[in-house]
């Protein structure tokens, strides 16, 4: 076996390091600059023109539902999902224990309690398994988020939802172009959640939307975002349902529609590219790739996750020093967000505001076992991602028994 680079052996990517091979994030498209530059000299910057008009259709074709709604960002589209549903303050809204914080702020937001319940250790999400036990009669609603690269389960999140009479809300924001059993996120539950923060699959910077195939609620989201105003009706909004100004810009609109050209085909070399990393590492020891809840999902790329298997390394151990080992071979895989939701140092919300089940394999997650990489370390050529392979390979064959 050849010595490790962290002990002055030679490394894999020996020269410049595997992340320096691929795009930068986000890959800028020439055609949409003119866009941008026309819609500058029009004048006509914002307040649901052209571009956000097109944007509204052509995402939900993009997604397979039949409407989308936008905003500024996809932490206020999980507001706005809560509120349209008629969720407030006395309601409980069931959330995962790992996600970004705006999964768990939403429900404080509108007055209602979070309720933070364990992942399944296998993909990361939700554990269905963990859902029912959570349930009391304040709970409205189910938040699962497809979390870096798998679905969640929605067959068996629907089914629970179904029973108890709850409702579902997707949060998307990893998700762009995933679908489960051949339908998109985002139409598989009530209303579905976007983000187009800088990092993720597709952004304008900032901006979201809201998913949904039902017209009512298409209508009461829309409202609640756009100041009370509606796409579909003549009609003053409800009594009491107070409505925001969450609105998007038209640069915005225009960028994110540009980039639905683009989206199958970097999504399609996502996938190869993690499909021939696995196939090369299928027999090295001590990790494995998070998994999606259904073999069929067609999965999309935002972190390509993997899980130490704690069990299977040498004494001592961590995965602080793997990271350190494979950085050293010149692939940069890191420990993500480091925290559950309720741990971040931004999480600043008092106890008596949110419920916390018991987490053990979120915190075993977070703290030791999950490893990931950016979705652009995944858009790179073959013989890249077989030195990638190789380093890993390397470092988990010295670590791991
Ligand atoms: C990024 C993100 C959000 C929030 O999106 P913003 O656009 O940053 O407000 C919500 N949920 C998850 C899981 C996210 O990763």
Redesign the pocket.
């Known amino acids: 076996m050849s010595e490790l680079a962290i002990n002055g052996g030679k490394p894999v990517f020996d020269g410049k390091p595997a992340m320096d091979y691929a795009p930068t994030w986000p890959i800028p498209f020439p055609e949409i600059e003119k866009d941008l530059i026309s819609i500058y000299r029009s004048g006509k910057w914002s307040g649901t023109k052209t571009y956000e008009q097109k944007l509204m259709v052509d995402f939900a074709a993009l997604q397979g539902v039949k409407y989308s709604a936008w905003m500024a ?3 206020v589209t ?1 507001e706005t999902a809560l509120i349209a549903l008629g969720i407030g303050p006395g309601d409980e809204v069931i959330v995962p224990a790992v ?2 914080l ?2 768990a702020e939403a429900p404080i937001y509108v007055g209602a309690t979070p309720v933070v319940v364990d992942i399944d250790r296998e993909t990361f999400c939700i554990d269905p398994d963990r859902i029912e036990e959570a349930i009391t009669p304040r709970t409205k609603a189910i938040i699962p ?1 497809h ?1 870096f690269s798998a679905v969640a389960d929605m067959d068996r999140i629907n089914a629970i939802a179904k029973k108890h009479n709850l409702f579902v809300i997707e ?1 998307c ?2 998700a762009h172009g995933a679908r489960q059993h051949g339908v998109g996120v985002g139409g598989l539950g009530d209303i579905g ?1 976007f ?3 800088l990092s ?1 699959l597709m952004t304008a910077g ?3 939307c809201c998913t949904t195939n039902d017209e009512r609620l298409f209508d009461r989201v829309f409202r609640v975002s756009h100041i009370g105003n509606s796409r579909i009706s003549k009609e003053a909004p409800e009594m009491g349902m107070i409505c925001h100004q969450y609105r998007m810009t038209e640069f915005q609109a225009a960028i994110i529609d540009g980039q639905i050209a683009h989206v199958k085909e970097l999504a399609d070399w996502s996938r190869r590219s993690v499909a021939r990393l696995m196939s090369l590492i299928k027999d090295t020891p001590g990790i494995v790739q998070q998994k999606s809840a259904c073999p069929d999902d067609e999965r999309a790329y935002y972190f390509f996750a993997m899980r130490l298997l704690l069990d299977h390394l040498k004494p001592g151990v961590t995965r602080a020093q793997i990271l350190k080992a494979f950085q050293a071979e010149g692939v940069l895989l890191h420990e993500g967000w480091g925290h559950p939701i309720v741990d971040m140092a931004q999480w600043n919300v008092p106890e008596k505001l949110y419920v916390k089940r018991d987490t053990p394999v979120s915190n075993e997650i977070m703290y030791d076992a999950g490893v990931y990489a950016l979705n652009n370390l995944m858009l790179v050529d073959e013989p890249v991602i077989d030195r990638i392979a190789e380093a890993i390979d390397k470092v988990m064959r010295y670590y791991a028994e």
Do not use: C, I, P, Y
Request: aromatic share 10%; net charge negative.
């Open positions: 960002n996809g932490t999980l996600s970004w705006a999964t988020v979390l949060d924001a990893h959640s983000s187009f923060q993720k900032e901006g979201g």
